[in-house]
């Protein structure tokens, strides 16, 4: 890939941002519109040098249609899906304040830094690098310091930060992070076992509903999901393209494959909470 290319003229707060990672054989499109939470047009082979157009066309195809019984604008889902964006499956960031409010976020990007560098232009490409987006719902008083990373071999990593930024404490339910999966990736792949006969492959078709594997060991173990994969059926270790999730953390946590109505297909994982294991006084993260 070209090196950064910042030479696009600034855009005014609000406005659409773009960027190109690509490293590996794999290539990451993240795309913020009208300054909303950034979402992940393209998670899978390289695309080659796209060009501002090509970058453009690519967020502009993964505009879902707007179908019946649903709201009159296409819904845009976030790596952090948001109730307040129309998504109606499960959502990224849950929890409340003790009056119950604060339970609806709509976190918005406020700026967005790549490999530290503060970055304000409307296209980007690059090879791999780490790029940062501060999000925030004022109104609320949260706000999300959210982590997209291409590493050299191609592997994609997240991480989210939530900061309570008001005075009220903030008890967490559950905060899950997502990738998108095409809608031929039919099949589901996992693992589950016993002592002896741990990393048992097991097999599903991704139907719409959620296909949930939760730990509640306190530690990973025998019995864990591992890796979560989607691919088209007959996937294996020589055939067939994967799109795969692990939840690198060491205590209780989830994975999980979701797929509604409208076709999106998503998978995702991050801590499992136990009810008031995490409840946030101002300015804590």
Same mark, same amino acid.
């Given at each position: 890939m070209p090196p950064l290319d910042t030479a696009a003229i600034a855009p005014a707060p609000g406005a659409t941002q773009r960027i190109h990672l690509s490293a590996a054989g794999v290539s990451v499109v993240l795309d913020v519109t009208d300054g909303r939470a950034p979402a992940l047009p393209h998670w899978?082979?390289?695309?080659? @040098?796209?060009?501002?157009?090509?970058?453009d066309a690519i967020c502009a195809a993964s505009v879902p249609p707007v179908p019946h019984n649903a709201v009159d604008v296409p819904v845009r889902v976030g790596i952090l899906p948001q109730q307040s964006d129309g998504w109606i499956g499960r959502q990224g960031l849950t929890g409340s304040r003790p009056d119950g409010s604060g339970w609806a976020p709509r976190l918005a990007t406020r @700026?967005? @830094?790549?490999? =530290?560098?503060?970055?304000?232009t409307a296209h980007a490409e690059t090879?791999?690098?780490? #790029? %940062?987006?501060?999000?925030?719902?004022?109104?609320? =008083?949260l706000a #999300?310091?959210?982590e997209v990373e291409l590493l050299p071999t191609g592997l994609l990593r997240q991480r989210a930060t939530l900061t309570n930024t008001a005075a009220s404490p903030y008890a967490l339910e559950e905060l899950t992070l997502t990738v998108p999966v095409p809608g031929d990736a039919d099949e589901l792949l996992d693992f589950a076992g016993r002592w002896g006969k741990e990393r048992t492959p097991q097999r599903s078709t991704f139907t719409v509903g959620t296909h949930l594997r939760e730990n509640r060991r306190g530690r990973t173990g025998a019995d864990s999901a591992h890796v979560l994969h989607a691919g088209r059926p007959g996937i294996g270790f020589r055939q067939g393209e994967v799109w795969g999730v692990h939840t690198a953390f060491s205590g209780n946590h989830?994975?999980?494959?979701?797929?509604?109505?409208?076709?999106? %297909?998503?998978?995702?994982? =991050?801590?499992?909470?136990v009810p008031g294991e995490v409840v946030l006084g101002e300015d804590e993260e």
């Open positions: 899978g082979a390289a695309l080659g @040098s796209l060009g501002e157009a090509g970058l @700026s967005i @830094s790549i490999d =530290g560098e503060p970055w304000d090879g791999a690098a780490l #790029v %940062r987006f501060e999000l925030a719902d004022e109104e609320l =008083g #999300v310091a959210l989830r994975h999980l494959a979701e797929q509604i109505n409208t076709g999106d %297909r998503l998978l995702a994982g =991050g801590e499992l909470l």
